[in-house]
């Protein structure tokens, strides 16, 4: 079926260091969104990107969505501890439910 | 507002015993989903209900696992009987409209099968 891939899987960061995730779909979304997991947490709603290149900023967080719509990024600067967790990205896929990718480990060393 | 909840936070079973876990949506909050994130890995879709109504179920892993919403309120998904690999983390989310609306997540049920 369709799917949404994430990479990397994990990533260690000393803290100050930015750090880049990486999502694509087999297909073109109408959208993509974005949550973050904390450890022991739910996800938790971070953005939604809807327009073809599009492109969000929250704080240190920059998000962009692909010209094809078909792949997104998730960029966060000068990372902090807070940000640990995991993140993942969503799109609306086989039927319009929204199909999660596997996520990536942010681990922040201080 | 109060968020999604679930109910039980955790919960340990012996193969083939059945268990039954609730979700209590955002009020108002028409669409429901079931999801399970297993060992770290992503998180797998179950189902989706518009109110009462199972608008897809094809995330559902076997004839095992029975939702339902009576009423168009919580929800209830049971096992029966549990199987080991049914093991992991059950979350619940809601949204208001279908189209481009984010889920709202509960705290999920660790379930672990002995």
């Known amino acids: 079926g369709q799917q949404v891939m994430q990479i990397p899987q994990y990533q260690h960061v000393q803290e100050g260091e930015d750090f880049t995730t990486y999502c694509n779909s087999s297909t073109t979304l109408s959208n993509i969104q974005w949550y973050k997991q904390r450890p022991g947490g739910h996800p938790v709603f971070l953005i939604q990107?809807?327009?073809?290149?599009e492109v969000k900023k929250q704080k240190r967080l920059t998000f962009q969505f692909g010209e094809a719509k078909k792949n997104s990024s998730l960029h966060i600067t000068a990372t902090q501890t807070t940000d640990v967790g995991t993140y993942f990205c969503?799109?609306?896929?086989?039927?319009?439910?929204?199909?999660f990718g596997a996520g990536t480990i942010l681990r922040v060393k201080s | 507002e109060a968020g999604v909840t679930q109910f039980p936070s955790h919960s340990v079973i012996e193969k083939g015993q059945t268990v039954t876990l609730r979700c209590d949506p955002i009020s108002g909050h028409d669409n429901l989903y079931w999801y399970r994130r297993v060992m770290g890995k992503e998180i797998k879709f179950l189902l989706h209900?518009?109110?009462?109504?199972?608008?897809?179920e094809s995330g559902m892993p076997n004839n095992r696992f029975l939702a339902e919403r009576t009423g168009g309120t919580y929800s209830t998904l049971k096992v029966q009987p549990a199987e080991l690999e049914d093991s992991g983390v059950y979350f619940c989310a809601s949204s208001q409209a279908l189209v481009y609306s984010p889920l709202h997540f509960g705290n999920g049920t660790r379930l672990t099968v002995t």
């Open positions: 969503a799109g609306p896929l086989n039927g319009n439910k929204l199909v």
């Open positions: 209900f518009v109110k009462e109504s199972k608008q897809d």
């Open positions: 990107l809807v327009k073809s290149g």
